[in-house]
């Protein structure tokens, strides 16, 4: 299950679907604001979020499942994951997080910088992953600006006040580039957790897709094969 970064949805991760072979099922989260769900509201905070993305695919977070998230996305996926052990006690297989600090460091500080066209135009620049031509399209940006800013505001407004580990391995990704700190994922679960390196920064998920892809398959697979052999 991918979970998109703030601002994006299932057409940016469509491509993604066909970097894994056949026996990756790769289902993505839509959230409201954008393409099929343009009219939906955004729930008020980012733990509303991930309990009506939990409530509508719960009968996917019944089965065998991983959770990948990039930036933001890691955040919601993490509220997700923590849902279904409470309620279906069916943990993940993996919890893959890329482009994110931990729940407990996660912060978006320019919340404020959201109330004006230049501020929005500030934030995304330090961003990353948006051209000066993007930027500077009125129509794309009289879209795109109430995406990222319902989505930013969420995350300003999060805060992970009791951590609750997750009962499976966490795989941090993470470009060679980015300025992120992802140190404090150790604190979600009790195994050690993996970190790995790509050459990027902030959206190196774009430019290292076959090579992430390949990585993040073989992981599963590993921890499929441990899981049917500890079953026997």
Request: net charge negative; glycine share 8%.
């Amino acid at each position: 299950m991918c979970f998109p970064h703030a601002g994006s949805g299932t057409l940016y991760y469509s491509k993604w679907k066909f970097a894994f072979s056949d026996g990756i099922d790769v289902r993505v989260v839509q959230y409201p604001l954008r393409e099929q769900r343009t009219n939906t509201p955004m729930p008020a905070s980012l733990p509303l979020l991930a309990r009506d993305i939990f409530t509508e695919l719960v009968d996917s977070f019944r089965g065998t499942y991983a959770i990948w998230g990039h930036s933001m996305g890691s955040i919601v996926g993490y509220e997700v994951a923590k849902l279904c052990q409470q309620r279906l006690d069916n943990p993940p297989l993996m919890f893959f997080t890329s482009g994110s600090a931990a729940p407990c460091d996660r912060g978006f500080q320019a919340v404020s910088d959201l109330d004006t066209p230049e501020g929005i135009k500030k934030v995304l620049r330090d961003y990353g992953g948006l051209t000066e031509e993007n930027l500077a399209d009125a129509d794309f940006m009289n879209y795109f600006a109430p995406i990222i800013g319902g989505d930013l505001r969420l995350l300003g407004g999060y805060q992970d006040v009791a951590v609750e580990q997750l009962r499976c391995p966490i795989v941090v990704m993470k470009g060679r580039a980015d300025r992120v700190v992802t140190d404090q994922w150790q604190r979600y679960t009790e195994r050690p957790v993996a970190t790995t390196e790509f050459d990027g920064g902030h959206f190196f998920i774009e430019e290292r897709r076959p090579e992430i892809a390949a990585f993040m398959e073989s992981k599963i697979q590993l921890m499929w094969q441990r899981k049917a052999a500890s079953a026997r």
